[in-house]
């Protein structure tokens, strides 16, 4: 008998044991034995110094070159450009410049009209015979 009772005092004091572990923060708390935070005040103060501008936005020089080969992409020019913007203003109303210069308004209309961003000798010729 005496052995059981010290094996449910052990079992009693590791089961208050683990109680007190992990909630020794609100035992802490409602002892008044815990630490406050600082208190903060929604009041702005006039002591607040201006936030700093952000930095200007930089949007890089694209370089044009004759893109002769495929595949056609931002920063290519030439006559196959511009019939292909003539061809997303045509058929997709892309409301694009044709002006024979692959930028990124072109980009994103061959997106918008569901093309990706490069397009193919198959894509070039799907879009300069396309009609709408």
């Known amino acids: 008998m005496n052995k059981k009772k010290k094996i449910i005092a052990i079992i009693i ?16 708390e409602k002892l008044g034995m ?4 600082a208190e ?3 009041k702005p103060t006039d002591d607040i110094s201006p936030r ?9 020089k694209i370089i044009y070159k004759n893109c002769d080969t495929s595949p056609m992409k931002l920063g290519c020019k030439g006559d ?3 019939k292909v913007q ?10 694009l410049v044709a002006d024979g210069y692959f930028g990124p308004a072109t980009e994103k209309a061959l997106v918008n009209a569901g093309y990706k961003k490069e397009l ?9 015979y396309l009609k709408s």
Request: proline share 9%; hydrophobic share 45%; aromatic share 10%.
């Open 86 to 95: 003539e061809s997303l203003n045509r058929n997709f109303k892309a409301g």
């Open 120 to 128: 193919g000798v198959f894509d070039i010729v799907r879009l300069m």
């Open 34 to 37: 815990s630490e406050k935070p």
């Open 52 to 60: 700093p501008s952000p930095p200007a936005v930089i949007t890089p």
């Open 13 to 28: 004091v590791a089961i208050i044991g683990t109680i007190v572990f992990w909630k020794r923060a609100w035992i802490k």
């Open 80 to 82: 196959r450009v511009k």
């Open 40 to 42: 903060t005040t929604d």
